[in-house]
T-cell receptor
């Protein structure tokens, strides 16, 4: 059972387009992290969201945590080829022993 | 501090051989995690340490896998009698316990190919 569902699994868009990636669960998380991973490298932490309804912005990236802390979204405005990579969400469940629950990732390709 | 480092970056071995990977975490981090990742998938949890104590090991992990963190700093992951199915990227991450949430910082990974 995959506790964190990410959608879409694959996304190929043209430079300049906007996109949204979703991370959904039936479980409540005390925090949720978004990571970006390039081929052959480890994931790089982008942001952590903690409070229900929280919105964080990182340049052209906007992250939102659902009010119930069960889901999250990542919106990229005016995508650039440098945004290409695997986007992963990972949630920390309340009361868990700090083991993150990982989504399977969204593979994004931004074509020039 | 340059972040989490892993060695080697790449390892090619023949089936049946033993391999050992090393991870050096961020110096002040007391938690250390090992993950395995196959192409296009998210990281799969293997095990984690707090200081030198191994607190959890995945039930999916074969007895051929063992990890140590003897002095609470660097860690090693050994795979005995490697199989082709062990081919994957092995990732190490570290974090600091005691914070309100667990932000893990990853190394570049060790790519294992079993022939």
């Amino acid at each position: 059972t995959q506790l964190l569902e990410q959608s879409p699994q694959f996304l190929s868009i043209q430079e300049g387009e906007n996109l949204t990636v979703y991370c959904n669960s039936s479980s409540v998380f005390s925090s949720l992290q978004w990571y970006r991973q390039e081929p052959g490298e480890g994931p790089v932490l982008l942001v952590t969201v903690v409070t229900g309804g929280e919105v964080k912005k990182l340049k052209r990236l906007t992250f939102q945590f659902g009010d119930a802390r069960k889901d999250s979204s990542l919106h990229i405005t005016a995508a650039q080829p440098g945004d290409t990579g695997l986007y992963l969400c990972a949630g920390e469940r309340a009361g868990n022993n700090r083991k993150l629950i990982w989504g399977l990732g969204t593979s994004l390709a931004v074509n020039p | 501090d340059t972040g989490v480092s892993q060695n080697p970056r790449h390892k090619i071995t023949k089936r049946g051989q033993n391999v050992t990977f090393r991870c050096d975490p961020i110096s002040e981090h007391n938690r250390l995690y090992w993950y395995r990742q196959t192409l296009g998938q998210g990281p799969e949890f293997l095990t984690y340490f707090q200081n030198e104590a191994q607190l959890e090991k995945s039930r999916l992990l074969s007895d051929r896998f063992s990890a140590e963190r003897p002095k609470g700093s660097f860690s090693t992951l050994e795979i005995q009698r490697t199989e082709q199915g062990d081919s994957a990227m092995y990732l190490c991450a570290s974090s600091l316990a005691g914070l309100p949430f667990d932000e893990q910082f990853f190394g570049p990974g060790t790519r294992l190919t079993v022939l």
